[in-house]
């Protein structure tokens, strides 16, 4: 079954493309049949041209029996508007660019932010010419949930808006690469040329900034610091870093001290 999707361009290596990936998406047919991916070829519609398959694959699972997918709403356009009203808008990139939007939209809607984290991600390199055969392997970095907050720092006090919810979505994932040659340095000449779901693992809704403080589950004492709150998350003081400036941010969390050069955070209202 060949399933071509949208391009923006016309150039015979978009059509190349194409007939490659049709290649390697037979295996996801099974998938498809339980709701898990999205294999529909892409309609020219709306709002749709610059999807690829995982925002796809996503928005199919927020449309319910009733519910509406590209739908015209105070100028923007929200990817789903479910029966209750609700809107879906599926992010699988950086938030800073959905900022304007969000503030607008909860000023008068509920809207419900989706976020896919990739647990697993396997990598397929397709082939450069004719003679070469499209290779598949593990990645081996695994994403979690606590992943969202280097893309939350962007909106940290949309978070406790009473309109506004968030949803991680734990995913596992293809990622398709193409060879683009020397100005893509970074990968070693690879792009990616498409994000496909291939299962849905788990997924978490956060109502408000109070939930952030599930990602980070382990012992965490009344005065701490992003180091404690590292360990507690079992992630990277980096991203402990950007967890701590949401909940600053937010109102949940305030500086109260320092050791050295790092700064000592306790709850808002907890030791006052």
């Known amino acids: 079954m060949a399933v071509e999707y949208a391009t923006t361009s ?30 529909q070829p892409v309609s020219i519609a709306i709002g749709t041209l610059n999807e690829g398959p995982l925002h796809q694959a996503l928005k199919a ?41 969000l503030h607008q939209l909860v000023a008068r809607h509920r809207v419900v932010l989706v976020y896919p984290v990739a647990r697993t991600r ?7 010419d004719a003679d070469e055969l499209a290779t598949r392997r593990r990645s081996p970095k695994k994403g979690a949930i606590a992943n969202v907050v280097a893309e939350l720092v962007s909106i940290p006090r949309l978070l406790n808006h009473p309109n506004f919810e968030l949803e991680v979505v734990l995913i596992c994932e293809d990622e398709v690469r193409e060879y683009g040659g020397e100005k893509y340095r970074r990968r070693k000449g690879w792009r990616v040329v498409q994000r496909q779901l291939t299962e849905v693992l788990e997924r978490q809704r956060f ?20 180091r404690d709150l590292a360990e507690a998350m079992s992630q990277s003081r980096m991203l402990a870093q950007k967890l701590a400036y949401c909940l600053r941010e937010a109102g949940e969390i305030e500086v109260c001290g320092k050791v050295g050069n ?10 006052g």
């Open 10 to 39: 016309g150039d015979p290596s978009c059509i190349r493309r194409r007939t490659m990936l049709a290649s390697w998406q037979h295996s996801l047919l099974d998938l498809e049949s339980i709701g898990c991916v999205n294999t």
């Open 61 to 101: 699972l927020y449309v319910d029996d009733d519910g509406q997918s590209e739908v015209a709403i105070d100028g923007y356009i929200a990817d789903v508007r479910a029966v209750d009203d609700v809107l879906y808008e599926i992010q699988t990139s950086g938030f800073s660019s959905l900022k304007n939007k």
């Open 122 to 128: 396997t990598i397929v390199k397709l082939p450069r």
């Open 207 to 226: 109502k408000n900034a109070h939930d952030l403080f599930r990602l980070a589950p382990g012992p965490l004492a009344e005065v701490f610091t992003t």
């Open 262 to 271: 790092a700064l000592e955070y306790r709850r808002v209202g907890v030791g």
